[in-house]
């Protein structure tokens, strides 16, 4: 009997037990939801005083509401001290403060909050190089564990200082909350300074920020920010804000300085005149996108995307862009000029750069170097890779130099910069080739190989050009290499090549006669008119010896005269020492043919005759005269002794360096 009634017991053994575990359980939640809260606060206070090695205290009143998976902590009243090491005295203080804690992962010793809501709070944030920050809440600020994870915040009134010295950051915001501003009730003011420069920004966002990823949508921000020289306007929405990942907006960007966002975003980009850019602006992860760019650098339109990889160890910059018309005032700022007076008043509602005009009348120095002296920044040249191609439709206005369209592709891979391939129209012609810059390297590896196809020398010469001459085509090529830190430094220092050739052309007897001093050709271009004279050969030939070029084959040969020229150009002091010499093919009357001296400066070049032979000639004049007036013209007559130049050595000697060090510079720029 007692083991058939074992069976029937057991259930309700279970059952009893059941019942008394869950009475147990709903006494518990009784008691826990019954519990004076309040009676904990003192006890709350200090543990966490102590824990942190700061003083904390809940000033007015303590709550808590349980849940299975956290609890919600309500706190009246709430400030917490900063480290000793902050310029704060306090992280938070805050009329009322609360939070939801997830429990378990409180016995690995993470502090997950998804939710925090502050009203008017006041809070200190402070980082320093070493990795301490004033929200890591254990003794040991420099542990990013101790650090809680926040979701999502909420913020009625108040303000927040944020300081991270080593960063150039000191900034204080404003915030104020109001419902009647719709799905923006949150507006801020920030002010104070931002990677070293002055800021200043207003803008709103939702009533809830997003701290770290919570699967919470996204919540809208708009911004009105000007940071140096540089503004910006966005509006859109942001994911997360701890990391700004989730970014979807359009922007408005002006600023003086493309280059200026190096300091600001860590991108580099090539120094600008003044610009205007629009677009949308996307984040996903590491990547940054800007899509469907449009708008302009000083005078030219500019268009197309980018997107700026920060996964790697060093960001990776790629893109196209394009312009439909692009003007040569804009070009200056990429060689380290300043803009043109035109191209720095470009953009309206940014104020304008120091003028090219400004900077020569600043520096009153009439011995000025023309070649750029600006610098290269070797910082930026390692700061990131990139990859991006620009083309150019139409170039305009182009006075001295006739550009009509062009496209490069540049890189930039771990300090190494090159323009390859970089392919121009030049009047009527093309110039293709590459220049790489070896960042690595201090001072900078520097190479140019460029070559020069079928440009038309009347389109290089405007002002031969309204003389109705057609020359013929100009072929050419620049090979150069060597070490500098500017533009100027390194043509200063380089070897190579640099040579241009051209066959039969035709072009004004005029200007022929004016460079031969030929008065008797111009009397009869009064009395008969302008006539073409034919063109057999040129050549303008240079080795380039350690930045002097010594010219090695110089020569115009036409029907009627041939011209040598001497001399050398020297790149590191910037002057001319050339002689043109013309020897004539014809018989003339009044000729006072005599070499042509090229000097000064190449800010401030001189021509004139050599002294010695023309002085002959007119002393001759005046004896002869004395005796009658009109035997004087017997010393301008000229008798023609010039002949024919060999087209084939002429242009022979143009195509190959004749010195050692040429030779070698040459080879090396090609080698790029």
């Not at 990429?334 to 803009?339: F, Q, R, S, V």
């Not at 008797?520 to 050969?537: A, H, M, P, Q, S």
């Amino acid at each position: 009997m007692t083991n058939a009634s074992a069976p029937k017991s057991l259930p309700s053994l279970l059952v009893r037990v059941g019942a008394v575990v869950l009475g147990l359980l709903a006494a518990l939640l009784l008691v826990l939801a019954l519990f004076p809260w309040d009676l904990l606060r003192e006890p709350v206070n200090r543990y966490v005083s102590e824990r942190t090695g700061r003083k904390f205290e809940i000033t007015r009143r303590l709550d808590v509401d349980l849940g299975w998976r956290g609890a919600t902590i309500k706190l009246d009243g709430v400030e917490f001290a900063n480290p000793s090491w902050a310029r704060d005295p306090y992280l938070v203080r805050a009329e009322r403060a609360e939070f939801e804690l997830r429990l378990w992962p409180l016995l690995s010793h993470r502090v997950v909050i998804p939710r925090l809501a502050l009203a008017s709070p006041a809070l200190g944030l402070q980082m320093e190089e070493d990795g301490r920050r004033t929200w890591a809440l254990g003794k040991n600020t420099a542990d990013a564990g101790t650090a809680p994870v926040i979701g999502l915040l909420q913020v009625d009134n108040g303000s927040l200082d944020f300081l991270a010295a080593f960063h150039g950051v000191d900034l204080h915001a404003d915030f104020s909350f109001d419902t009647a501003r719709g799905d923006m009730p949150l507006s801020y003011r920030i002010k104070g300074r931002y990677q070293r420069q002055p800021l200043t920004a207003q803008g709103r966002t939702g009533n809830v920020l997003q701290i770290e990823s919570a699967g919470q949508p996204p919540f809208p921000v708009e911004i009105d920010a000007t940071a140096g020289r540089t503004r910006l306007k966005a509006s859109g929405a942001v994911a997360e804000l701890a990391t700004l990942d989730g970014v979807d907006a359009r922007f408005d960007l002006k600023g003086q300085n493309l280059g200026d966002l190096y300091n600001l975003l860590g991108i580099a980009l090539p120094q600008t005149s003044p610009y205007a850019l629009s677009g949308e602006l996307r984040k996903r992860a590491k990547q940054w996108e800007a899509i469907g760019i449009k708008g302009k650098l000083g005078l030219s339109d500019i268009g197309g995307d980018m997107r700026f990889d920060q996964s790697s160890k060093l960001p990776y910059l790629s893109g196209q862009l394009r312009s439909s018309v692009m003007d040569m005032d804009d070009l200056g700022p990429l060689i380290g000029l300043p803009p043109t007076e035109r191209s720095a008043k470009a953009i309206e509602g940014v104020a304008p750069p120091p003028t090219i005009t400004e900077v020569k009348r600043a520096r009153r120095d009439p011995g000025r170097k023309v070649l750029p002296i600006a610098t290269l920044d070797f910082e930026r040249l390692r700061a990131m890779n990139a990859d991006v191609k620009y083309t150019a439709d139409r170039i305009r206005n182009v006075r001295e130099l006739p550009l009509d369209k062009g496209s490069v592709q540049v890189k930039l891979n771990d300090g190494v910069l090159t323009l390859d391939p970089l392919e121009l129209g030049v009047a009527g012609g093309s110039l293709h080739g590459a220049i790489r810059i070896d960042g690595a390297q201090n001072p900078a590896d520097i190479r140019a190989a460029l070559d020069v196809r079928a440009m038309q020398l009347n389109r290089l010469i405007p002002k031969v050009e309204t003389m109705r001459t057609s020359f013929g085509k100009l072929d050419g090529r620049v090979n150069l290499s060597g070490r500098g830190n500017s533009v100027a430094s390194w043509l200063g220092n380089a070897s190579g090549d640099v040579a241009a050739l051209t066959g039969r052309g035709q072009f004004s007897n005029l200007l022929l006669e004016f460079m031969g001093l030929d008065g008797g050709e111009i009397i009869k271009f009064l009395l008969e008119g302008d006539r073409n004279v034919t063109l057999r050969c040129a050549a303008m030939a240079f080795d380039v010896d350690k930045g002097t070029m010594n010219s090695r084959s110089v020569v115009l040969d036409t029907e009627d005269t041939v011209f040598n020229v001497s001399g050398q150009a020297s790149l590191s002091n910037e002057t001319l020492n050339f002689v043109v010499r013309p020897q004539p093919k014809d018989k003339s009357i009044l000729s006072l043919r005599t070499p042509l001296v090229i000097g000064g400066t190449f800010a401030s070049p001189s021509a004139g005759v050599e002294a010695g032979p023309l002085a002959t000639r007119g002393a001759l004049a005046v004896a002869l005269g004395a005796i009658n007036p009109l035997l004087a013209l017997a010393a301008t007559v000229e008798t023609g002794p010039g002949a024919d130049a060999d087209c084939q050595e002429v242009l022979a000697t143009a195509k190959r360096p004749a010195s050692r060090e040429a030779a070698a510079g040459a080879a090396k720029a090609r080698k790029q």
